[in-house]
């Protein structure tokens, strides 16, 4: 699913380009002179819809809510990526990750992991958060910086915790991501049925998720606008 805003019409030749997961996330950041893309998962789609938007696109961002994976990162709590580690390695824009950290109370700088997995488990959330050095993980940073790398645009990566690295993901959460962004109601409900063991975990996660959605939103009114880049802060891109 692709957003496009009032301020960023279907001629727009400039935009700021930001990928999320989910419909949700799209719809909070989603503002004039921002082209959003939801991936839902699928790593193809979202690789082909943003090289598609990336003509003209003066940075990208990864969007979004994120795991944790060290302690002392609570629900809520927002990380700016000082570099992204796992299926790519890349460095984020240093001006764009000082203004995002400058204007988010309490955010904290960090390294991101990416690799297109959701990790559920939390032997392999600090397995990751040691090995990687990495403080959150998300499924699209990856792809949001092989595109940025490929046409040498300012990538960041801005996101909110929704879950602890103590929290296992439950199956019911894991099966749920539909391809564009949606939630699948279905898929959910028939992992409950088959496993109803997780419903403590599952009801913990959706709480978990509510939280991080309402600190995501207030954040990004503090990043408005542009997720706090340069550009937009000076107002040269909507005046363009």
């Given at each position: 699913?692709?957003?496009?805003?009032?301020?960023?019409?279907?001629?727009?030749?400039?935009?700021?380009?930001?990928?999320?997961?989910?419909?949700?996330?799209?719809?909070?950041?989603?503002?004039?002179?921002?082209?959003?893309?939801?991936?839902?998962?699928?790593?193809?789609?979202?690789?082909?819809?943003?090289?598609?938007?990336?003509?003209?696109?003066?940075?990208?961002?990864?969007?979004?809510?994120?795991?944790?994976?060290?302690d002392g990162l609570d629900i809520g709590d927002?990380?700016?990526?000082?570099?992204?580690?796992?299926?790519?390695?890349?460095?984020?824009?240093?001006?764009?990750?000082?203004?995002?950290?400058?204007?988010?109370?309490?955010?904290?700088?960090?390294?991101?992991?990416?690799?297109?997995?959701?990790?559920?488990?939390?032997?392999?959330?600090?397995?990751?958060?040691?090995?990687?050095?990495?403080?959150?993980?998300?499924?699209?940073?990856?792809?949001?910086?092989?595109?940025?790398?490929?046409?040498?645009?300012?990538?960041?990566?801005?996101?909110?915790?929704?879950?602890?690295?103590?929290?296992?993901?439950?199956?019911?959460?894991?099966?749920?991501?539909?391809?564009?962004?949606?939630?699948?109601?279905?898929?959910?409900?028939?992992?409950?049925?088959?496993r109803p063991g997780q419903l403590a975990d599952?009801?913990?996660?959706?709480?978990?998720?509510?939280?991080?959605?309402?600190?995501?939103?207030?954040?990004?009114?503090?990043?408005?606008?542009?997720?706090?880049?340069?550009?937009?802060?000076?107002?040269?891109?909507?005046?363009?």
């Amino acid at each position: 699913m692709t957003i496009r805003e009032r301020g960023a019409p279907l001629h727009s030749s400039r935009h700021l380009l930001v990928a999320t997961g989910f419909h949700r996330e799209a719809r909070i950041v989603a503002q004039p002179g921002v082209v959003v893309v939801a991936g839902g998962g699928v790593e193809a789609e979202l690789e082909e819809r943003l090289e598609a938007q990336a003509k003209g696109a003066i940075g990208i961002a990864s969007f979004g809510l994120a795991g944790a994976l060290r302690d002392g990162l609570d629900i809520g709590d927002w990380v700016v990526a000082t570099g992204l580690a796992g299926a790519v390695n890349a460095e984020t824009d240093p001006a764009w990750r000082d203004a995002a950290l400058a204007r988010l109370p309490g955010a904290r700088p960090g390294i991101a992991y990416a690799d297109g997995r959701m990790i559920d488990s939390i032997a392999e959330k600090r397995r990751l958060g040691t090995e990687a050095d990495a403080s959150i993980v998300d499924m699209e940073s990856h792809i949001a910086a092989r595109v940025a790398q490929r046409h040498g645009l300012p990538f960041a990566v801005i996101r909110c915790v929704s879950d602890r690295v103590d929290h296992m993901l439950p199956h019911a959460i894991t099966v749920s991501m539909r391809p564009g962004g949606a939630i699948d109601g279905w898929a959910m409900l028939g992992s409950l049925l088959r496993r109803p063991g997780q419903l403590a975990d599952l009801l913990v996660t959706m709480v978990h998720a509510g939280r991080a959605f309402r600190a995501l939103s207030h954040g990004n009114g503090v990043l408005e606008p542009g997720l706090g880049f340069p550009a937009f802060a000076k107002n040269e891109l909507l005046n363009a």
